[in-house]
């Protein structure tokens, strides 16, 4: 698509470059809002969330780098040099990201679970941003397809399927599910398990239709961290749930007055989610038009 937005002199500026760094700006706003919600030491949160990012850009870049080895036998230092050699690792920006922010958040005596509630708004923004940016430079591709949406991708020969802009959009949708979770109460750490869960679940849903990916296993071990982080702070048992969830698809099953139940819940909730969303394109309307207002004498 993209991969170089434009240059400055002889220096070559990627889109993949622009949008993470955009990412990161709009990450911060956002943990800055949620730290005004919450009340929080300002400048203590803004401390982490570099130091957070710095982490997790360095575990990125060397857990890249050890799985590469042949590209910098040359000259182990080109690790430096992002322009030289480009090339980052999900794995280890989450490894490297939340390492720092445990060590971190434990010597600013600020609560752990409270600071990866945070930290977790932040990396779903910054990772919308990053398969935007893995669109336009090429990154991340999905598989071959001759459908009518599939898109040219930079370096690869043959139509793709825009798998990067369906993983953006899937993100979008749990960054809005989760923000709206985050300005309410909620139990410490439940934030981040949601967050673990619904990462994991999308990489496993994407991943039959990208080229190539052996992503695969940690998808799945993200989920279960999930999943596990979840049922530690809420104290909850896995086994009754599991045995509630049976009974209950088996009373659907066999029982027509579950059923019934089931769809007069399900008819409410879709009649809520439908005037929940007019409401919010009604309120963008009004937000459009008081931005359209000219000034007029007769204002005046």
């Known amino acids: 698509m993209f991969p170089v937005l434009f240059t400055i002199g002889k220096i070559p500026i990627s889109s993949f470059g622009v949008l993470m760094a955009l990412g990161f700006f709009v990450s911060v706003f956002l943990i800055w809002r949620l730290t ?4 929080l030491d300002e400048e203590k949160v803004l401390d982490l969330t570099i130091l957070t990012f710095l982490g997790g850009l360095i575990g990125a870049r060397f857990y890249f780098a050890f799985s590469n080895l042949d590209l910098f036998s040359e000259n182990i230092l080109d690790i430096f040099f992002f322009n030289k050699i480009p090339g980052f690792n999900f794995v280890g920006a989450l490894i490297g990201g939340f390492a720092s922010l445990y060590f971190f958040s434990k010597k600013k005596k600020m609560d752990f679970w409270m600071s990866a509630d945070i930290a977790s708004i932040g990396l779903i923004t910054g990772l919308i941003f990053v398969s935007l940016g893995c669109f336009l430079g090429g990154c991340n591709v999905g598989a071959p397809s001759d459908l009518f949406f599939a898109v040219d991708m930079v370096g690869e020969v043959g139509r793709r399927l825009p798998i990067q802009l369906l993983e953006a959009f899937l993100l979008t949708l749990t960054l809005l ?5 985050s300005i309410h109460f909620h139990q410490r750490g439940k934030i981040l398990s949601f967050s673990l869960i619904y990462i994991g679940v999308i990489n496993i849903l994407t991943a039959p239709f990208k080229d190539s ?3 695969l296993l940690f998808s799945t071990a993200l989920t279960i961290i999930g999943i596990f982080v979840f049922y530690k702070i809420s104290k909850r048992r896995l086994e009754a749930d599991i045995k509630s969830s049976l009974y209950y698809i088996k009373s659907l099953i066999f029982s027509s007055e ?4 089931a769809l007069s819940k399900f008819s409410k909730y879709w009649y809520n989610q ?5 409401w919010t394109l009604r309120n963008m309307k009004k937000g459009l038009k008081k931005l359209n207002v000219r000034f007029s004498f007769k204002n005046n």
Do not use: E, I, N, Q
């Open 258 to 261: 579950v059923r019934k139940d």
């Open 36 to 39: 005004r919600a919450w009340d």
């Open 177 to 181: 599910k989760l923000w709206s979770a």
């Open 274 to 278: 439908k005037t929940s969303f007019s």
């Open 213 to 215: 990916y052996d992503g």
